[in-house]
């Protein structure tokens, strides 16, 4: 009969704590899952504030970019194409029909000298805006006309060489490109103290690459993300900024060697 | 009042699973009116077995779809369709070759530990998933929560039933109808929840 009883209360202990363990262990699982997950969804928004963040930096760059660009152009309509236009003024003025021929004919000589230079000067501008060779005759001969002008001054060794430009990209997506391009080789140009550039371009099916080497002071991936997530670094962030627009990728890394950088830029041809 | 208030928000709950949740409740209550009210005292013990196999098979067929809708992962779902087969085996089994016409505490521990299986696998999934609904937003979290609790609750009655005395264990099965009262109000909570869509992280 004892025996008996304490088989029962046995059975009764087990049954008790047997259930309390369960429910402890359920109410456990359910409260880690909820807090587990708290702290991802928390994690992951932080993670698009910054995204988001990082996307005001790009815009208010761009914005910088445009307005710095805008400065540029009236400083040299006013400072350049403005004094050229007045002087050639001053020659044709009304006094002219009261000179004499050989001071007349010197004079119209002179103001069309000037005018001459002020459409030289125009020129340079709006090829500065959008180079003609690039509109006319695509990405290759505009990446080959800028590196011999740059070869040109003797400073650097620049070469460029496209492999894979059977047929032209979009107009839209070659400006950009170009764009990067005359960015990272003014950065390359500024601070690399390089005695060569070589620019390289290929593509598949899908992609399409343009690779840079220079033997310089260059950048790695680090440096890059580090700079545009920066308050300085404008010009990168542009280059980041027009990246986004197509949809591209790009890397900078130090060559294996130690000897050179390379820097690669990717993007996905469009449909 | 449960069966009253998911016909009130029915609106809310238009998904086969969670209908299915509702067939399941309406089965309980009617097994419960069945073995309390009409053939109380006039039944035999055969009768009751029988009751209460016909619950635990409807109940583990109910669940098994439940958590084979709301499972994404395919090894997940082929873990409930192997699992499924394998209990009407044993529940039939246990049923042909009984002796005594006693609660099938045998079957009944065998759904519990695969349901309280399927419960952790949905629980391992909402860790994985790139969503950013809250994991106690969504319906099926309340139902599986109710069903872990249930089911955790009950385990270890179903399986020392078979060694408590019929005092014993008329006193525990209170056990049983306390959690079948939480699971209830889980119930209620997952119907009263708003159909959402879910949001996905980039």
Redo the contacts between chains.
Sequence with gaps: MILLQVRDDNVVTALLGGTFAMLALAIGLVVFIIFHQRRVIRYQMTLQKMEEEQQVILLNATIKLQEEERQRLAADLHDDAGPLLATARLYLNENLVNLDKSTQLQHVSSAKSIIDDAIQLIRNISHSLMPPTLKNFGLESAVTDLFQKIGGAGTINATCRFHDYDMRLEMEQEQIIFRIIQELINNILKHSNSSFVHITQNANEERFFIHIHHDGMGLVQADFEKLTKSSGGLGLKNIQSRLKVLNGKILFEKDDSDTYYKITIELVKAE | MLILFFLYVRSRNKEKRIWAIFFYIVFSFATDILLNFIIRGQSTRIVRFFIFSAFTFFEYSIFSYFFHEILTTRNFKRIVRIFYPAFILVAIYSIIYRKEYNFDSFTAQIESIHIILFS?LF?YE??NKPE?T???ATKDFWIV?SI??YL??????F??SI???KR?LQR?WS?NDMSNIIKNIFFAIAFAKPAKTVKR?V
């Design positions: 952790v629980f909402q860790l950013i809250f994991v106690y929560t872990l609790f955790s609750a009950t385990i270890f009655l399986i020392l060694y408590l005395t014993d525990f056990v992280l």
